[in-house]
């Protein structure tokens, strides 16, 4: 900058002689800013030198500055809004297997769900070419790690129990 070499300066007339303002200090300090400081006036090396050309320049740039700050701010509410209705969206969980061996009471273990609260689907898979019906129940009092399917009739054709356990918060 070359204007370093001479500094900005504050030019206030003197505090007349008979300057005596009475009552608190606000109105005391406003009768100053009243009486002395507002005659003063603000010296700034080389402020002269700026065109009005380029003071408008400078003022459309501080407002297409604010335009884009504006339009970051629109963007930050936008991407808040939307990691919220990500952060509410359900989480699902699932576990899944096969059952190779079919018995009368079938005992299904897996890792835990978060709660017993869960939906169960069995779907039997076998060699045939029609289908056998078979029934298969799911005996209550399924906890947060297993189930148990009891099998009341389980076709020959009917080789594997295939089942899926999902939990939604």
């Keep these: 900058m070359d204007n370093q070499d001479s500094n900005p300066q504050i030019i206030i007339p003197n505090v007349p002689d008979d300057f005596c303002p009475s009552g608190d200090w606000r109105n005391i300090f406003q ?5 002395v400081l507002i005659n003063g006036t ?29 339009d970051i701010q629109a963007d930050i509410v936008t991407i808040e809004a939307n990691i919220t209705a990500l952060l509410a969206r359900p989480i699902i969980t699932v576990r899944t297997g096969v059952i190779d061996t079919i ?23 076998g060699t045939a070419t029609s ?8 005996q209550t009092g399924q906890t947060t790690t297993g189930f148990t399917i009891l099998v009341s009739d389980n076709p020959a054709t009917v080789t594997q129990l295939q089942w899926t356990a999902t939990h939604t918060n």
């Excluded at 380029?54 to 504006?70: G, M, P």
């Design 131 to 138: 289908a056998a019906a078979g029934k298969y129940i799911l």
């Design 103 to 125: 018995t009368s009471s079938i005992n299904v273990a897996f890792a835990a769900l978060p709660s017993a609260t869960y939906g169960v689907s069995i779907t039997p898979i």
């Design 31 to 35: 009768t100053f800013i009243d009486t």
């Design 42 to 70: 603000v010296n700034i090396p080389d402020l002269s030198d700026l065109s009005p050309e380029a003071i408008a320049q400078l003022t459309t740039d501080v407002s297409n500055l604010q335009t884009e700050v504006n």
